[in-house]
């Protein structure tokens, strides 16, 4: 197989363009069609079914049912690692050239089906069309990077010293049965960057959407399918984390979890896969991205406005609900009152609305469990803090939909609620810092440490936060958020996770394990 030729990134869809518009409108109403279907599971290349149904509504109108799924038992969940586990030596003997060309055709079926998929995030996921066209590039970025990753890493490497008389070299292997969760967040991202991740590296995998968006799952398991991936390759389960996620975590035959997520979830899976069980003769390898409390350090000598800007783009975009999000705004006291004012009237800007409608910046957050949550969170933020008046109102059709309105609390104490506490919704905290050291404290002052940024115009500042803003993606005078493929290698440090750094060169080597050989010559 030829050299893939340099990896670039897939261009978002530049929705200003009237054809564009009208293209995902007609994507949106062939995909309307559509609802309300059936999905089943499938395992070992059978689809099945159980009749305990799982329906995805869409956020924005919680009447419009998405897809209906079937959840997974225990037993089925057994049954799925046995097939996995079946299937893996055949798989893991398919030169690595072939899965890598099944990779990218399955790049190209969903850079062709793009704006379908944009159709299913909006109205499972809830995202706005920007967010949603993103969300799809990135799946389209981490198959065409990972593919070149694989490239890179199959067949003998040579060590770093040959010693004389010996050769030597170095085998990267697949591990095994890999437990791939993924989040509701990015629903066909991140699930396609940690799959095709573990296929492409010889793993078998068992897929286990997110429940509030398992049709996205079930479109990217006919991806798969049309790109001819084998169906024993892979197994979708939908069900509950208690019923299906605890036992293919727990199960002795599979080899290492990919997952994605809350904290809590994160810290359950990682104490149930750090436990042996009769027959497992493997450590398990934890592969986990937990979230973060995510700060923006506004210096008192910055651009005020792309400060005020970077925070406002981080803290609301996709309803504030991404692990990236800015909750935290960190701001120096002696531009405090200014970089309020500025965002006062920035957040006012905003528009709340239908995913549906392009004019809307922020559409619904995930379910109403999650609303009530950040409601609650609102109501603790105003007497931690003041509430700034920003005259953004949900719709008037609130009732119908899930939708939290951009909500800014200032005047935030660094042990309050709202500045430790992952929100995930449209909330920021506002605190003001003494000057920068206090502000580099405060920043620091947190269990996560997954993205944070600077604004500043100081070198001797900006050195500092390189060397001790401890967060695993620093931004500088830009918004902390949008991490892209290749570019910014995406982990985080602490209760983020195990920085894993997604879209980096380190990545593919978490799903692969290396063999030393020296063979005696002459």
């Not at 030169?95 to 995030?121: S, T, V």
């Not at 995998?205 to 024993?232: D, R, Y």
């Not at 390759?233 to 727990?250: H, K, P, R």
């Amino acid at each position: 197989m030829e050299k893939l030729p340099a990896f670039h990134n897939e261009p978002y869809t530049d929705f200003s363009t009237p054809a564009n518009r009208l293209a995902l409108d007609e994507a949106l109403a062939k995909v309307r069609a559509q609802l309300g279907r059936e999905y089943h599971l499938a395992i070992g290349g059978e689809r099945l079914e159980t009749g305990d149904l799982l329906r995805s509504v869409n956020p924005s109108n919680p009447r419009e049912v998405i897809g209906v799924h079937h959840r997974a038992t225990t037993e089925l969940a057994r049954r799925a690692v046995d097939s996995a586990y079946a299937y893996f030596p055949e798989w893991s003997a398919t030169p690595a050239e072939q899965r890598i060309r099944l990779l990218l055709r399955a790049a190209d079926i969903i850079r062709r089906r793009k704006l379908e998929f944009d159709a299913w995030l909006v109205l499972e996921a809830g995202k706005t069309w920007p967010e949603a066209d993103a969300d799809v590039s990135e799946a389209v970025d981490f198959c065409e990077y990972y593919a070149r990753e694989m490239q890179r890493l199959s067949g003998p490497q040579p060590p770093a010293l040959q010693l004389p008389g010996e050769r030597g070299e170095l085998y990267y292997l697949p591990l095994g049965v890999g437990v791939i969760i993924p989040p509701w967040n990015f629903p066909l991202a991140i699930m396609v960057g940690m799959t095709v991740a573990a296929l492409v590296a010889g793993n078998t995998a068992i897929v286990k959407p997110s429940s509030e968006t398992p049709t996205i799952g079930a479109k990217f398991a006919e991806v798969l399918l049309e790109a001819g991936f084998p169906e024993q390759s892979f197994c979708l389960l939908t069900g509950s984390g208690a019923a299906v996620g605890d036992t293919i975590v727990e199960h002795p035959k599979t080899r290492f979890v990919a997952f994605t997520g809350s904290r809590d979830v994160g810290l359950r899976i990682n104490e149930l896969a750090a436990k042996t069980h009769p027959g497992q003769i493997w450590i398990k390898r934890v592969i986990a991205e937990m979230g973060g409390k995510d700060a923006i350090v506004v210096d008192a000598d910055c651009d005020l406005d792309k400060a005020v800007e970077g925070v406002a783009v981080s803290a609301f975009g996709y309803s504030g609900q991404k692990c990236s999000a800015c909750s935290r705004a960190i701001v120096d006291a002696k531009v405090y009152d200014a970089f309020l004012e500025k965002l006062q009237v920035r957040v006012s800007k905003i528009k709340v609305g239908d995913a549906e409608k392009p004019e809307n910046y922020m559409g619904p957050v995930i379910s109403d469990g999650a609303r009530r949550t950040i409601l609650q969170y609102i109501e603790t933020g105003k007497q931690e803090g003041r509430l700034l008046p920003v005259n953004v109102a949900a719709p008037a059709a609130a009732a119908d939909g899930y939708f939290v309105p951009p909500t800014v609390i200032a005047d935030v104490d660094a042990k309050a609620r709202i500045f430790q506490e992952e929100i995930f919704g449209p909330v920021l905290a506002v605190t003001k810092a003494r000057d920068f050291d206090h502000a580099m404290d405060l920043a620091n002052d947190s269990q996560y440490g997954l993205t944070g940024a600077i604004f500043s115009n100081v070198p001797e500042h900006i050195e500092r936060a390189r060397r001790q803003f401890f967060v695993g993606n620093l931004y500088v005078n830009r918004k902390c958020t949008g991490a892209m493929v290749g570019a910014h290698p995406f982990g985080g440090f602490n209760m983020s996770g195990t920085d894993s750094k997604g879209g980096g060169s380190d990545y593919m080597l978490l799903f692969l394990q290396m063999k030393s050989i020296a063979e005696r010559v002459g």
